[in-house]
């Protein structure tokens, strides 16, 4: 069965209320002649969502729950990893298929998910967290100089998911430890891991790094550049202090 469901425009999910400068003079008592006044930013434009494909009675919960989720998350992934030059798209389509190899996967600014995968997983919402930020990546191809690793792409994915998904995400998490089996371009979660680790380190090292895979600027040699060192000895460096963390722990 084939079916579409379309949700309009919540623009009070993704707006920022301005104050006028005269209302903000009147609550601070003054403005001092030497202080600029920031210019008033343009209001956000607001998201929408549409559900096709093919949907039966039993796909309605997960159709709605991924609604949901859309609007949860979508405005506050934008915030973040939207670049002015790579704008991310404001109307996203979900396609649910029968028979998907895969769970998710995302093309532009349409994702498709398994409906199968959903009814035998349907605590996995947050897969679409993950799949929009493909949405909002919106990386350059590689080539002529310009390295995209597709570890760190889903790296990021899986980082946002971590930060921007649901709280509460049962059978999914990141590995609170990594060890010698595991190694930084393992990809996913322990990849996201890895940058989770960084930006607590390096505050503001995922941007950078996210920033220049939109410029497609990105080389391995940034690692040093943000955090100091290669990335292999920043692994290491994780490595050992999520260890010392577990043992903390455990004692």
């Not at 859309?70 to 939207?82: A, N, V």
């Not at 919402?125 to 990386?139: G, M, P, R």
């Not at 899986?158 to 060890?179: C, F, M, N």
Request: proline share 9%; aromatic share 10%.
């Amino acid at each position: 069965m084939r079916g579409s469901l379309r949700f309009p425009v919540r623009p009070a999910a993704f707006f920022v209320a301005m104050l006028p400068v005269a209302l903000l003079a009147a609550l601070v008592g003054r403005l001092d002649a030497q202080d600029a006044v920031p210019e008033e930013q343009p209001a956000p434009q607001p998201v929408s969502v549409s559900v096709e494909g093919e949907i039966g009675p039993e796909d309605a919960p997960a159709a709605g729950r991924l609604t949901t989720e859309f609007f949860r998350c979508y405005p506050s992934l934008i915030e973040r990893f939207e670049r002015p030059d790579r704008p991310a798209p404001r109307h996203v389509t979900i396609v649910f298929k029968q028979q998907l190899r895969v769970p998710a996967y995302c093309t532009g600014d349409e994702i498709t998910v398994s409906a199968a995968w959903l009814r035998s997983n349907p605590d996995d919402i947050a897969l679409l967290t993950h799949e929009l930020t493909h949405a909002v990546q919106q990386y350059p191809r590689a080539g002529r100089g310009f390295d995209k690793p597709g570890w760190l792409v889903e790296g990021i994915a899986d980082y946002a998911r971590k930060v921007y998904g649901p709280e509460r995400q049962p059978g999914w998490r990141l590995p609170e430890r990594l060890s010698s089996r595991n190694n930084y371009d393992d990809g996913y979660r322990v990849s996201a891991r890895f940058l989770e680790w960084l930006d607590e380190r390096t505050p503001g090292a995922v941007d950078k790094l996210h920033d220049a895979l939109s410029r497609g600027e990105y080389k391995e040699s940034l690692f040093e550049e943000v955090a100091g060192k290669p990335v292999a000895d920043l692994w290491t460096e994780c490595v050992a202090a999520l260890s010392a963390e577990a043992r903390e722990e455990d004692s």
